[in-house]
């Protein structure tokens, strides 16, 4: 049986409007939050049915949360390297996993060189968004979502390291959905695939700035890249507040805490400022999820953009 869990498409009464359907695939619901059980879970049994020994992550965020799990289910030893910028919050639920968490570094660059010093011959090193391994995991949540919702006239989906971009595009064109236009969303400070499609070329942002920390990948994959000259892909991007907003109506109206990482997919599909959303009848968003963020966290972000207006 699969590490993931299979996950409802629910039509969103309350994000809908007379003439478009809005469907949500609630990968929130993911054992610790987010979609990444999918990629992260397939490619730690692979390992682990190649006989690898130990999961190796440098993410203190979602992804470092899913090698931990999955490394407890498959009964493997996880070791996860964050650098000192992590906050506390995903640390306990990665430590709650049973993963041994190391603090190294000032930036996430020195976290991963530190992980690769530690790497041993039976280590399994599970990337974030840039793995076939991942892709195929991710691809699963469209082959469901085909069973569950009627063929969409537009996916949403956010975009970091386009590990779910990768994947969903996959599942996309196995469906049948190749034809069918994808909005990549991210944050403004965090706009790595969409600076990339606006130059025609991959580019490397300076830093990151949104809040969206799991949107923070300075440069996307090449492989992210490479679907946006094969299949129909439309940037958009939100500002923070906008995200934050659209993360307490997915609370208040379906119930479920989502970081800004997610939001920003929820605030461009509702926006419908994109072509490709104006005109669709049925939009699929990808509920991606995201622990990292509190309620608490959702309620501060939402005071201090509201003190700065
Ligand atoms: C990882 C993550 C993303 C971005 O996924 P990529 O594969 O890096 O593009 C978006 N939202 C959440 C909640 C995530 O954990």
Known sequence: MAIHHLTPTVDSDAFSSSDQRIWLKLEALQPCGSF??????HASEVHAARGAKRLLSSSGGNAGMAVAYAGRRLGLPVVVVVPETTREWPKTLIRRQGAEVIVHGKSWM?????LMSLRQTAD???HPFDDPLLWDG??????????????PDAVVLSVGGGGLMSGVLQGMHAAGWSDVPLVAAETVGAESLNASIAAGELVTLDA????????????VSEQA???????????????DAQAVRACLDVAKEHRLIVEPACGAAVAVARQRTVPVLQKARN?????????????EDLQAWAAESAGKS
């Open 36 to 41: 990444k059980l999918r990629g992260v879970g």
């Open 208 to 219: 990151i700035t949104s809040i969206a920390t799991s949107l923070g990948a300075r440069r």
């Open 124 to 126: 399994a090193f599970i």
């Open 138 to 151: 991710h691809a699963t949540m469209i082959e469901e979502a085909a069973t569950q919702c009627p063929k």
């Open 225 to 239: 890249f490479a679907w946006t000259k094969r299949h129909e892909v439309v940037g958009a991007t939100v500002t």
């Open 283 to 295: 939009v699929l968003v990808i509920l991606c999820g995201g622990a990292c963020a509190t309620y």
């Open 110 to 114: 020195e976290a991963n060189e530190h």
